[in-house]
């Protein structure tokens, strides 16, 4: 953009109407807040520049914000740090002597400035030019500075003329202070008696928090200040308004026509939500509501001037609500101005807001008949320090109590394992090299003859061809002498051929037979030869737990057993691999007869949680054991006689399952399935503490299918915890704090 003729002459108009308006604002009686507002307004607009601010000094010393506009939108957070090189620069510029303007370019530094170290450099980190000029006081000291921030897309030469523009708008603002600081000494010695009548009406309206109390204090002491002859004031409670007070009454007759109609001018006029003034003169731009209202009103008092004021505070966010509170006043025989007089209500209104607020929002709370006292025990008490520190020592008290009387569950952490109850281990049945491991992890068709292991075994292949060589020799021998026996003439040759031959015959029976028993046994698969197959379980084999090398199904049907048979309740054909996938360090080593190859598991059958107790828990379980009224008793059949019964005892058990840790389960625990031996925990590496096993029995039929597919995973984590009884709360919850004082302190000494 260039600086033209045109150009020249559309700021030096915008110039002149600036500095016009800014000589009618210096010497004018505004208040400081209205003056710096409109001041800003016209600086900015008269460069239009996007942003700016006044700042002036406290009384401390500080430069503090009195006006500002969009000073958010200029970015002065954008970048780290932006905020605080902006300060420095107010205030190496503030402190200058003599005081003189200031102009920074976009991510210009000041000159001449050196931080200290570890101090923000005093620099401008927007992309806007800033302009600084010096409010000045009438011995040349800085009372503030005026702050302008102006677009980087004007003409170099301009920024200048706008910094000379800046410094002399803020000349206009010294101005303002020097004439109001010379008109309010002369009122000063006026206005002291009226500020010291306000501050202390303020005190005197909030001192309670009683909405009738708070309204009583504003119409009568507000009436004088204001200098009026009545003043009435209304608070809403939910949808209506309560007259609370009218000056110069002590008690509100709510049932009287005059208060009646006071209230329902009160209603409409903080649905119409704008002050309603009448001064004689009926205004008919007045929704219809409020002038029936207040026609109804002046039928009961005649003012001459009557003003309706809603008290808005300002944590009233909602503009659209009505206000919290509302004032009337009224004069009979106003003076000719009436600004005074509206003026005056505005500053009494201004402090009553509050009050009011606070009261009705004080008569909101719930339950004050109930908290109530506990104010009035605090007072009595002698404060608030001695109050909570009575209340403290009987908290205390009753914990105390309360830890000791009251009983609580005991409960004991373990975890563990979701197991089927039968649970078998396949073994090696010879030392052999494993070939293939052909069932997977997980697989649940395990039947009677289903392939579990190859193995490869040299020695046991050299004893089936020791067999076979054997077995061909003997053939070889029984076809040569039946051959004799064809041939021979004589009778006692014939007798002793025929005695050679059954006994050859029978040595190859008996070799037959040795071989067949070691192919049946150990099922030799002849097509891949010197391989051996271990198969799944029997029916009639189930309770034997170190069966490990199982047989083919004809051997299994040739027993009599059939696969539909059952044992023990348990259908012998559904069982499921429950160990893991251990194929690479299976496959390709030589194995031993002591050493499992798989975990299986009767998935159909009765389930249990198979769970470690840490050593450190289980004296509290075996506790309450022993202990009558700390544990649960059933009594059952005797399988032996079913008409005895016998007694178990068991500890309610709360079980949560992995798959579903939302659900918990109420488990048992038998006495019976609790090891009497403590075990090193080997499968977590993180406790290194021995534990004892036990098994958890957890009643699951009423499950639906959903749930039982989630739940009835083998090898599922479960957590439990264990229910050794009610014992004392603070025995129950912090009984490890004291096993370990008794065992490091009490048991040391």
């Known amino acids: 953009m260039s600086v033209n003729d045109q150009d020249r002459a559309r700021y030096g108009r915008q110039f002149d109407e600036a500095f016009a308006e800014a000589s009618r604002l210096a010497g004018s009686s505004l208040p400081p807040t209205d003056f710096y507002e409109q001041f800003l307004s016209r600086a900015l607009s008269g460069i239009g520049a996007p942003a700016g601010a006044v700042w002036m000094r406290t009384p401390q010393g500080f430069l503090q914000v009195a006006c500002q506009k969009n000073l958010e939108a200029i970015g002065l957070d954008d970048k780290r740090g932006g905020r605080q090189c902006h300060n420095e620069v107010l205030r190496h510029v503030f402190q200058a002597s003599p005081p003189r303007p200031v102009l920074l370019e976009p991510q210009g530094r000041l000159a001449g400035i050196t931080p200290e170290a570890g101090a923000a450099p005093a620099a401008n980190l927007t992309d806007y030019y800033a302009l600084f000029a010096p409010i000045v006081g009438p011995e040349k000291q800085s009372l503030g500075l005026l702050e302008v921030f102006q677009e980087s897309s004007h003409e170099p030469r301009l920024y200048q003329t706008f910094l000379q523009y800046t410094l002399q708008m803020a000349g206009y603002a010294s101005q303002y202070h020097n004439f109001a600081g010379t008109n309010k000494l002369g009122a000063a010695a006026g206005s002291e008696k009226v500020f010291a009548q306000i501050e202390a009406f303020a005190r005197l309206i909030h001192s309670t928090l009683d909405p009738t109390e708070v309204a009583y204090h504003i119409a009568n002491d507000g009436r004088r200040l204001i200098e009026v002859d009545r003043l009435c004031i209304g608070v809403r409670h939910g949808s209506k308004v309560t007259v609370e007070a009218v000056s110069g009454a002590d008690v509100v007759e709510k049932a009287s026509t005059h208060v009646r109609r006071l209230r329902n001018l009160f209603d409409e006029v903080l649905k119409f939500n704008d002050r309603l003034t009448f001064n004689g003169t009926r205004d008919d731009t007045l929704p219809p509501k409020v002038l029936h209202a207040l026609d109804e009103y002046l039928a009961e008092s005649q003012p001459k001037l009557l003003v309706v004021q809603p008290i808005r505070d300002e944590r009233e966010k909602d503009e659209t609500k009505p206000a919290r509170s509302v004032a009337l006043v009224e004069c009979f025989n106003p003076p000719e101005q009436t600004e005074p007089i509206i003026q005056r209500m ?121 067999i076979d060589v054997k077995i061909g020799s003997f053939t070889r021998t029984r076809e040569a002498l039946q051959q004799q026996l064809k041939e021979a003439k004589a009778e006692q040759n014939t007798v002793d051929i025929q005695k050679q031959l059954s006994d050859a015959e029978s040595q190859l029976e008996m070799l037959k ?221 912090f009984h490890g704090v004291w096993e370990w004082f008794y065992e490091k302190v009490i048991f040391f000494f």
């Not at 004080?362 to 109050?387: A, E, H, N, T, Y």
């Not at 569950?409 to 052999?432: R, T």
């Not at 309450?624 to 649960?632: K, M, S």
């Open 346 to 466: 505005e500053v009494v209104l201004k402090h009553a807001a509050p009050a009011l607020y606070n009261a009705a929002e004080m008569k909101r709370i719930p339950f004050k008949m109930l908290w109530w006292p506990v104010l009035k025990l605090q007072d009595g008490l002698g404060g608030k320090k001695k109050f909570y520190a009575v209340l403290i020592a009987l908290g205390v008290a009753l914990l105390t109590l309360a830890m000791v009387f009251v009983p609580y569950p005991m409960k004991m952490d373990a975890k563990g394992l979701f197991l089927p109850e039968q649970v078998k281990l396949v073994y090696a049945p010879i030392e052999g090299q494993v070939i293939e491991l052909a069932a997977r992890p997980g697989q649940k068709d395990i039947r009677p003859g289903t392939p579990l292991v190859k193995l490869l075994s040299n020695d046991y292949m050299a004893k089936l061809q020791e």
């Open 513 to 733: 037979k040795t071989r067949e028993s070691m192919i049946l046994n150990f099922s030799l698969i002849e097509s891949e030869k010197g391989y051996f197959q271990a198969k799944a379980p029997q029916a009639d084999r189930l309770n034997d737990i170190s069966i490990g090398w199982l047989r083919d199904p004809s051997d299994f049907l040739a027993k009599g057993i059939k696969a539909t048979d059952r044992l023990n309740g348990l259908d012998p054909g559904k069982w499921a691999v429950l160990s893991d996938d251990n194929r690479s360090q299976l496959v390709g080593r030589m194995v031993k007869p002591n050493e499992p190859l798989y975990r299986l598991g009767a998935i159909d059958g009765p389930w249990r949680g198979e769970i470690k107790i840490p050593q450190s828990n289980i004296g509290q379980v075996m506790h309450a054991y022993q202990t009558p009224g700390l544990h649960e008793v059933e009594e059952l059949p005797d399988p032996a006689n079913p008409a005895n019964k016998i007694t178990r005892k068991y500890l309610p058990v709360d079980v949560l399952f992995a798959g579903a840790p939302d659900t918990s389960y109420m488990g048992k625990l038998y006495e019976a399935d609790v090891s009497a031996e403590a075990v090193p925990n080997k499968d977590d590496h993180n406790e290194s503490a021995p534990v004892v096993m036990a098994y958890v029995r957890v009643d699951l039929s009423n499950l639906s299918p959903a749930e039982r597919a989630t739940i009835f995973v083998a090898g599922q984590e479960v957590r439990c915890k264990i229910r050794c009884g009610d014992r004392a709360l603070g025995y129950s919850m």
